[in-house]
């Protein structure tokens, strides 16, 4: 009848932090509770094969989550979110441009390969040990073949977001 209907299949939180449970016990890791953590879970890490962060970014998609419902939200939380995507701030607003800031600086933690790798690459990859983190929404976590939930990985809020949560559809 000339209508397009969409029918949701999956609902994910995206606003997560898978770690390998074995690397933080290995590198005497906590989890981090605050943006600031990541600098001095680095420092841990500094030195060895091991990077912080595993991030995938040849989908341009996942440098968005990372950005505005990761670390956005967790700087400015859900209401100034919500003001700033149905157009109540402007773009230049200047929580938005620390934010930005902010994501720059946490870039500075990752994978020097994250250009080339996908989401599931940095998921294998914090699998396999060679880092401690991925922050990607809990789609990721069947992706972690052969490891348990609890025993080998967690999977947490990102940090300043435990209260939130953020979310897609995959709808067909």
């Given amino acids: 009848g000339g209508h397009m209907y969409a029918v949701p299949a999956t609902i994910h939180r995206t606003n997560t932090i898978l770690y390998n449970k074995n690397v933080f016990e290995a590198h005497g890791l906590t989890e981090p509770k605050s943006l600031a953590d990541f600098t001095t879970m680095a420092k841990k890490l500094a030195g ?32 100034f979110y919500e003001d700033y995507f149905y157009g109540k701030l402007s773009a230049d607003d200047p929580r938005m441009v620390r934010t930005l800031q902010a994501a720059l600086a946490l870039l500075e933690l990752v994978n020097p390969d994250d250009a080339q790798m996908s989401w599931f690459d940095a998921v294998t990859s914090v699998a396999k040990g060679r880092a401690a983190m991925t922050i990607i929404g809990d789609w990721a976590l069947p992706s972690a073949k052969g490891l348990k939930l609890g025993q080998d990985y967690v999977e947490i809020a990102f940090p300043g977001t435990k209260d939130v949560f953020a979310y897609n559809s995959d709808t067909f």
Avoid: C, K, S, Y
């Avoid at 962060?53 to 209401?79: C, D, H, K, Y």
């Fill in 48 to 79: 060895t094969d091991v990077h912080l962060f595993a991030f995938g970014m040849r989908q341009p998609w996942n440098m968005a989550v990372f950005i505005f419902e990761e670390v956005l939200l967790a700087r400015e939380g859900p209401r």
